[in-house]
Structures are given as C-alpha cells and as structure tokens.
C-alpha cells in the first residue's frame, strides 16, 4: 500500500509543477502583449509625427495636438492597468501556489495516517 502513496504523492507534485508552469507563462504572456501592444501605439504615434507637412495648416495643428494627446494618455493608461494586472496576476499565482502546497500537506498528512492505520 506504501507504493501507492508515494505514487499518489508524486502524481500531486507532477500536477503541481504543471500549475506553476501554466501559471508563469500566462503572466508572462499577459505582460508581453500589454507592453508590445504600447509599442505598437507609441510606433504608430512616431509614424503620424513623420506627416510632417500636415501639421503646418490650423486644422492640422489641432489634429496632432489631439491624436499626441490621444496616444500619450492610452500609453499611459495601458501602462498603469499592465502593471496593476501583473500585480493582481502575481498575487492571484502566490496565493494559488500556497493553496496547492497546503492540499500537499494535506495530502501528505491523510496518506502518513491511512499508514499508520493500515496492519503490517
């Protein structure tokens, strides 16, 4: 019966590691879309800035000064929101991760009394 805890209890580690996996790489891939995604704003704004001769007339003065605010407060909103979901992605993982390592325990405390319960 011994065999069969040591199995259930790798099984449990091996799901763990997985989780963990999963966990780093979604937040890893949240981050870098939130930050390629301002980027690409901030390419695009540069790309607009290069219209150079449009920006000479009243009515093109006022579109740039609008798009460049435009863009500048996305950026900066993208950028407060990315870092605010990183942290709240962070804290969500931590907690998951102490979740799983307490049913470990658990896990880990049920198999070590069903031993001592079972006859030699």
Do not use: H
Not at 84 to 97: F, L, S, Y
């Amino acid at each position: 019966m011994e065999k069969g805890m040591e199995k259930g209890l790798e099984f449990f580690d091996s799901w763990m590691k997985s989780q963990r996996e999963f966990l780093e790489k979604w937040i890893t891939t949240q981050k870098e879309f939130m930050e390629n995604w301002t980027d690409s704003m901030k390419k695009l704004q540069e790309s607009f800035l290069s219209l150079g001769s449009s920006r000479e007339t009243g009515q093109g003065k006022e579109m740039y000064a609008m798009y460049n605010s435009w863009v500048k407060t996305m950026a900066n909103s993208s950028k407060l929101f990315t870092d605010e979901a990183v942290k709240i992605q962070e804290t969500w993982k931590n907690t998951v991760e102490k979740q799983m390592e307490m049913s470990r325990q658990m896990a880990t405390n049920y198999f070590d009394l069903f031993r001592q319960k079972t006859p030699k």
